[in-house]
């Protein structure tokens, strides 16, 4: 009987799930949306029936689950507290609970570390063994890969690099703290500078771009950059500063191979890194630059999903081993 | 006969040779001036002098040879690049001239290093897996240590702290960036800061402390702080909350179990690590800052060479292996 892994990917507003054989090979991906109003026990069972019926279509046998979901967590207990982009899932058992259904071990991480791990053997990170996976999306998370192996740190913190300070008392931060990376450069934040300027009445095209001003999201603010507008650019250009100020400290800390930016911000391609390359070049002097890769990730949304798989693979690994 | 390593501990100012049995128990130790003058050659010549004399005395057999240095360095060639500390070092070939004098395996690494290496195995790291060493001197340098290893990174550029941005397009810092750590808060830089306030007329005790302000350094405005003194208290706050950025960028990237501060301006101890840690409960949110320790370094200016002795003690290993 062919063996099989299942990869789960919980995200806050869709979950992929997907089979793999013992090699990797994907067999079947499913993707729907998180409707959080269900609540994690309804959302979990519907997952459980998703891998069931992927299951039952490949005649497989599941030998293991991966899974990727947005902390805080408790890894070593296998239990989700309180994500924010998950309400209600407060001390969710969730290892244990897929454990009772489907008797496999079972490996739990970050979100961004799963992707992190998915870019590192499948996407833009396979030809290095030392990488900071940085995710620019509502939020911004990261994840440190370093000898092919992901890095936990006390209390599974390592890799928050949305809270590196790039702006000394600057802008309050949802974490509690100030000038964060994440409360100047998240889609949320790169959103939230647009809308301010625009309250202020300052001229740009972006508010014909929308019905209305709450409607601004990250991608008004680069496409109306692309297109020329000169507030745009301005909101645009303080977001590549503020990001080259946190990679700078990135890479003179670690010195990683590369430095793979993924999420929904980096889709922006050449328009965010060629820039960040720029400034980057003037910031980080005590190394050579050239040796190290700033490159966008290569599986776009479906980095986290193969990460998810990956971790199955190592788990299933490690129990026979 | 018994069996010895040494340890050579190379500085702008000082050179410490120490020879330790195969168990790291120190048997002899010496320390003596760099004498830049003389140049490489003569200098390693004499280090190669007393190491020899000490082996005579010791009746040892010698297995191993364990090098710290400043860098930039070649490890993987064994050559010493230039550094800002010893003039004339160019491209000196350290490595190949001991093994010709020894004919034992020979480990270089950066002096930071082998003095986060020391302090781990030795020192204020013993209860700790990953850390994160920090010396506080004419410069600010560091090393990273998870899972026991060193970690070296691209180029050896792993630890390279002193060039995080504290300050964004603050002070032009000597790698040619802006607002790197180290164009803050090393202890030349703390002085910098202080003779410059002093020659704009700001009254001060500093001025009774020495004969000309060309003498001030960090410890005359942390002693002058510790009396009361309001420009050196506000030049020290401002050094601890520049601190306080970099280690905060430090913590959130990696969660080290430790952060140990060594270097000269860190023997402030509690004048230090008190505000510190204040600052640190103020900025580091994300995750709970009671689980790293932020320690002085234990082994004070003796990190380095008993980090070289364990460099040594490893090649030794990894060659019998």
Request: proline residues 3%; aromatic residues 4%.
């Amino acid at each position: 009987m062919q063996k099989a892994i299942a990869g789960i990917d919980i995200g806050g507003t869709k979950i992929a799930v997907a089979l793999a054989d013992s090699e990797g090979r994907m067999l079947s991906h499913l993707r729907f949306p998180t409707q959080v109003e269900l609540g994690a026990h309804r959302i979990l069972d519907n997952t459980i029936t998703a891998i069931e019926r992927m299951i039952q279509e490949s005649g497989a046998k599941l030998i293991a689950i991966g899974v990727g979901c947005g902390g805080p967590m408790n890894r070593q207990r296998g239990v989700i507290l309180s994500p924010t982009n998950l309400p209600g899932w407060d001390e969710f058992p969730i290892v244990e609970m897929l454990n009772r259904r489907f008797d496999v071990p079972v490996s739990l991480d970050n979100d961004a570390n799963a992707a992190a791990l998915g870019e590192y053997e499948c996407g833009a990170g396979r030809a290095f063994d030392n990488l900071v996976y940085i995710t620019i999306s509502t939020g911004i998370g990261g994840g440190v890969i370093l000898g092919g192996e992901i890095v936990h740190g006390v209390g599974d913190g390592t890799g928050e690099i949305g809270h590196i300070t790039v702006q000394p008392d600057g802008v309050p931060c949802a974490c509690g703290s100030r000038g964060c990376l994440e409360a100047l450069c998240s889609g949320t934040n790169i959103a939230r500078r647009a809308k301010e300027r625009l309250s202020n009445g300052e001229q740009s095209s972006m508010r014909t771009m929308v019905t209305d001003l709450s409607d601004v999201t990250a991608h008004t603010v680069t496409d109306a950059a692309r297109d020329g507008d000169a507030l745009a650019r301005e909101i645009w250009d303080d977001t590549i500063r503020f990001l080259a100020i946190g990679i700078n400290n990135i890479i003179v800390t670690l010195a990683p191979e590369a430095i793979i930016l993924g999420g929904g911000v980096s889709t922006a391609g050449e328009q965010l890194l060629a820039p960040l390359r720029r400034q980057l070049e003037a910031r980080v002097k005590i190394m050579p630059l050239e040796n190290i890769r700033i490159v966008q990730a290569a599986l776009g949304g479906e980095s986290g999903i193969y990460g998810a798989l990956i971790l199955a693979r190592r788990a299933a690994a490690s129990r026979e081993a």
